[in-house]
């Protein structure tokens, strides 16, 4: 599997989300009851910023993320962890800031694999 190595950190305004997978059967009388789904319940999303990158830097970083196809897993720590994660990453937007500055925003969401 391949290990995401971005060639600077991304931006300190990461933005990280759970989104818990839960069942809900709702009964009668306003009562109702939830469980967790599977033993991996709790997927990890992360919005991935990189401001101010140059040319170069932001090309590697697209690059990586295209060769995957938004299907392939990849193993990242999001900083500052050190733990790596699974991930994918199937919607990432560039920005040109300048003709020799460009921005990356790229949605990371947790994946099982084995």
């Known amino acids: 599997m391949p290990t995401f190595a971005p060639p600077v950190n991304p931006s300190e305004s990461t933005q990280t989300s759970h989104a818990p997978t839960i ?6 009388n306003g009562y109702s009851q939830r469980a967790t789904v599977g033993i991996n319940q709790d997927r990890l999303k992360a919005t991935v910023n990189w401001t101010l990158l140059s040319r170069t830097d932001a090309d590697t970083i697209e690059v990586f993320l295209s060769a995957r196809l938004g299907f392939e897993s990849f193993d990242y720590a999001l900083p500052p962890s050190t733990t790596s994660r699974k991930w994918v990453c199937n919607t990432w937007t560039r920005t040109e800031v300048t003709n020799q500055v460009a921005s990356i925003s790229a949605d990371f969401v947790q994946v099982f694999d084995l």
Request: aromatic fraction near 16%; proline fraction near 0%; charged fraction near 35%.
């Open 23 to 28: 069942r809900s059967v709702e009964y009668g």
